[in-house]
């Protein structure tokens, strides 16, 4: 079945800098999600993106799916941007496959 | 706005009780999934349903059953509750239609003692 590689693991910043995470996977894709998991645990959509950019507000993505990845930016960081963030591909059998996430903690 | 509730954020049960975990969403969509949670491992497609009275095995059925009976509603079911089952539980759906942005229930933390 399809891999799904998020990279780094682990990322701290200060507030107020900037960011980006990696998603690889290893097929082509009919859908792709970018989420943020709040420290409550709800999971929260960012972008759906299985091609192209789309930007909403500090955050922007790019997917290249002819070479598949995609990539997710933080800009500004803040506080409440803490959490993991996880991608998630569909190749067309109704189901997501979830990479490991990657946890952010911006620092004050 | 696409809303997925789940019936508890927070339970506990003891080793070998029968444990039920209800899902309802609101946006009339057509498919429903039940994942767990745990460290390290990211989210694991346990079931899923893609009508109302079909189900689909994921990546981890053993364990559990799961039931739709209703469009908007789908259960997982622990059989038989055991300690290795302790997990954050989260529901979603979205509609296959080509386009499927997947939404999230709030998550349930089952911790089986």
């Known amino acids: 079945g399809i891999q799904v590689e998020q990279s780094p693991p682990d990322l701290i910043l200060q507030e107020g800098a900037n960011s980006t995470l990696r998603c690889n996977f290893s097929d082509s894709v009919n859908n792709l999600q970018w989420f943020h998991q709040n420290p409550w645990g709800q999971l929260i959509n960012l972008f759906y993106i299985p091609s192209g950019t789309k930007q909403n507000g500090r955050l922007s993505a790019t997917t290249v799916a002819t070479e598949r990845y995609s990539l997710l930016y933080i800009s500004s960081s803040q506080t409440t941007d803490s959490g993991v963030y996880f991608c998630?591909?569909?190749?067309?059998?109704?189901?997501?496959?979830f990479g490991t996430g990657t946890r952010l903690k911006v620092l004050a | 706005d696409v809303k997925v509730t789940q019936s508890s954020r927070y339970l506990v049960k003891r080793t070998g009780e029968k444990v039920f975990l209800e899902c309802v969403q609101d946006?009339?969509?057509?498919?429903m999934f039940w994942y767990r949670q745990d460290p390290g491992l990211g989210l694991r497609l346990i079931y899923f349903s893609y009508d109302v009275k079909m189900k689909e095995k994921g990546d981890i059925p053993e364990g559990y059953s799961v039931s739709r009976e209703k469009k908007e509603r789908f259960s997982l079911i622990l059989e038989s509750a055991s300690t290795n089952q302790t997990s954050m539980y989260l529901c979603?759906?979205?509609?296959?239609?080509?386009?499927?942005?997947?939404?999230f229930g709030p998550g349930t933390r089952l911790t089986v003692l």
């Open positions: 946006m009339d969509h057509e498919n």
């Open positions: 979603a759906s979205d509609d296959y239609l080509g386009y499927n942005e997947q939404f």
């Open positions: 998630a591909v569909d190749s067309g059998t109704y189901k997501y496959i």
